[in-house]
């Protein structure tokens, strides 16, 4: 499966949705402003490893707090075999 910008944010917004229980994201939604902290960043991350084959540290969404953002930095570090 090739994984480019936009399916990468369409999954995450998916899990981002089932995570924080909040129906109404966009690539654009600030974690943290959705009722994002330290359990659900957990539970992101475990999320993006199985999904994705990609490691993060739950501090990522500091720096990288948005949908869009976080499928940027997902891209980067993708496996070769997965893009």
């Known amino acids: 499966m090739t994984m480019d910008l936009a399916t990468t944010e369409q999954t995450l917004l998916e899990v981002w949705r089932d995570v924080l229980g909040v129906a109404e994201l966009t690539p654009d939604s600030d974690f943290f402003d959705e009722g994002g902290h330290s359990l659900t960043a957990m539970k992101i991350v475990s999320r993006v490893r199985r999904i994705f ?31």
């Open 53 to 83: 084959g990609v490691e993060l540290d739950p501090g990522v969404l500091f720096g990288e707090p948005t949908v869009r953002q976080m499928s940027r930095l997902l891209l980067e570090n993708l496996p070769a075999d997965a893009n």
